[in-house]
Antibody, heavy 122, light 110 residues
Framework: QVQLVESGGGVVQPGRSLRLSCAASGFTFSNYGMHWVRQAPGKGLEWVAIIWYDGSHKYYADSVKGRFTISRDNSKNTLYLQMNSLRAEDTAVYYC???????????????WGQGTLVTVSS | QSALTQPASVSGSPGQSITISCTGTSSDVGGYKYVSWYQQHPGKAPKLMVYDVTNRPSGVSNRFSGSKSGNTASLTISGLQAEDEADYYCSSYTSSSTVVFGGGTKLTVL
């Protein structure tokens, strides 16, 4: 079935780096734009980044621009989020999500992973 | 990019209808048709309920409907049921090619 599975979360010290992965299955990964969305404990949803279906365009929230990098490997059906210079305020559950419309993308998310928790603490 | 504005909470009795508003600007909600709504139960991933202002994904009840007027989008839930109790978030595409979420609305079914 259509599925997204995140991995790579954990506890990391401020200023350090972490890379999240999101393994896709059950659909043609290379046809869809992909997003990262996060949710701090007890807080609302915050969009983080998007990468187009072919990797040609990437956009970021101001809060992570210059520190986070989204990428994908369509041959491995995997999405990544490289997070550098982590801060306490980056502590959140990180979800990967698929755009609802193939190729064109409508910036709505119909398939979500289960989320992976990133805790930034000394 | 500032978050879209949603009421912190709404409530209704079973069978009633409720509407959740989502106010942005002409640079997001008012400028594009890419407004979406999500339902989130505690400890679960969000679920897409409406996209492109009015479209429902396959499998979503027709009790959920979306609309937009100017810079404000709305989600209406009719025939309220106990299982509708959850947090609801709106989101919109923006003129910066990014996405912005609302702060979320907690729906209580009385």
């Amino acid at each position: 079935q259509v599925q997204l599975v995140e991995s790579g979360g954990g506890v990391v010290q401020p200023g350090r780096s972490l890379r999240l992965s999101c393994a896709a299955s059950g659909f043609t990964f290379s046809n869809y734009g992909m997003h990262w969305v996060r949710q701090a404990p007890g807080k609302g949803l915050e969009w983080v980044a998007i990468i187009w279906y072919d990797g040609s365009h990437k956009y970021y929230a101001d809060s992570v621009k210059g520190r986070f990098t989204i990428s994908r490997d369509n041959s491995k059906n995997t999405l990544y989020l490289q997070m550098n210079s982590l801060r306490a305020e980056d502590t959140a559950v990180y979800y990967c999500a698929r755009d609802v419309v193939a190729v064109a993308g409508h910036d709505a998310f119909d398939i979500w992973g289960q989320g992976t928790l990133v805790t930034v603490s000394s | 990019q500032s978050a879209l504005t949603q009421p912190a909470s709404v409530s209704g009795s079973p069978g009633q209808s409720i509407t959740i508003s989502c106010t942005g600007t002409s640079s997001d909600v008012g400028g594009y048709k890419y407004v979406s709504w999500y339902q989130q139960h505690p400890g679960k991933a969000p679920k897409l309920m409406v996209y492109d202002v009015t479209n429902r994904p396959s499998g979503v009840s027709n009790r959920f409907s979306g609309s937009k007027s100017g810079n404000t989008a709305s989600l209406t839930i009719s025939g309220l049921q106990a299982e509708d109790e959850a947090d609801y978030y709106c989101s919109s595409y923006t003129s910066s090619s990014t996405v912005v979420f609302g702060g979320g609305t907690k729906l209580t079914v009385l």
